[in-house]
């Protein structure tokens, strides 16, 4: 009987063993539960906007770069830390057009989601100013209102030619197109736009102040700026 169960035992700790050897050649397939789902390659994640100054409504496009540039996968474009949206990384890019609605200053952020090779990272946070966009251009190429509050801030598309119907009183003018002196997408019509924060070119470059005609008659000035010939 003894020797009964001494086979029995030493038969029992064959088979163990011998599952032991089986799995430990099975590694190739098998990996135990809750194994990283990305690679162990680091990668890094730089993040950019098109734009850091829109005006509400607009849209920006953001730029992610993800080092290595061997890297695939997707990118998630996150603003103050919500998820605005997805892109798929070509030659290490990954790009989303995002649109703001709300005035005021945005955080946003870009995730690398990873994949087999690399690793995930996610960029530092890129700030981005939205503006209210001015209530008197609704109506693109027209300003209608006869007195704007001076904390209006005009946001002109250079492609537009804005007619002015009367004079108005803005804080900062932008989207200039200046030739020389002279406006090219404002018609002054003989009327004047004063402002008393700064006057904006289309390439983004600032005068701190100065008196511009407009076409068409009539000027932009600073705020206070006597003795201009205003209907």
Known sequence: MKAMRL???????????????????????????????????????????ASTS?????????TATVTPTAATGTV??????TSIGTGTLSSGTATYTATFSSTGTETLTAKYGGNSTYASSTSSAVTVTVNPAASDSSRPGILTQSTISRETNLVLDPAIAWTVTADSQLHNVA??????STVQ???????????SGKAYIAAGESNASGVYELSGGGFLAPAGTAGLDCE
């Open 7 to 49: 086979a029995a035992a030493i038969a029992s700790t064959l088979l163990a063993s011998q599952l032991v050897l089986l799995l430990a050649g099975c590694g190739d397939f098998w990996e135990a539960p809750g194994g990283n789902s990305t690679g162990t390659t680091a990668s890094t994640t730089a993040l950019t906007a």
């Open 54 to 62: 829109v005006t509400a409504g607009n849209t920006d496009l953001l």
């Open 76 to 81: 998630t474009f996150y603003n103050n830390n």
């Open 175 to 180: 989207g200039l197109v200046l030739l020389g």
């Open 185 to 195: 997408n404002i018609d002054g019509g003989g009327h004047c736009v004063y402002y």
